[in-house]
């Protein structure tokens, strides 16, 4: 079945960096497009970043663009986020999802905590 499997999550100060992972199985990883979502306490869900099947074409929320960068490796069935510069309003537990965004996705990993606090 369909497995997504989130990792790197943790505490970072404010101006630090993290680099989440979601391994994928289940499927034909190289034939979808991937996604991460965002939600913070009390919060709805946020669309971070989206990737297309080769990495060709992105997409970034105006909150994280320039901050964040998603890339994957199709080999290793794995999607990545990178984020720099982190703020205290990026604390949110996030998701990763197949599909390239909210009107695609159909599946969901179980999400990784991020918490930017000094």
């Known amino acids: 079945q369909v497995q997504l499997v989130e990792s790197g999550g943790g505490l970072a100060q404010p101006g630090g960096s993290l680099r989440l992972s979601c391994v994928a199985s289940?499927?034909?990883?190289?034939?979808?497009?991937m996604s991460w979502a965002r939600q913070a306490p009390g919060l709805g869900l946020e669309w971070v970043s989206g990737i297309n099947t080769d990495g060709s074409d992105t997409y970034y929320s105006d909150s994280v663009k320039g901050r964040f960068t998603i890339s994957r490796d199709n080999a290793k069935n794995t999607v990545y986020l990178q984020m720099n510069s982190l703020k205290p309003e990026d604390t949110a537990r996030y998701y990763c999802?197949?599909?390239?965004?909210?009107?695609?996705?159909?599946?969901w990993g179980q999400g990784t905590q991020v918490t930017v606090s000094s």
């Open positions: 289940g499927f034909t990883f190289s034939s979808y497009s």
């Open positions: 999802a197949r599909g390239y965004d909210r009107y695609a996705n159909d599946y």
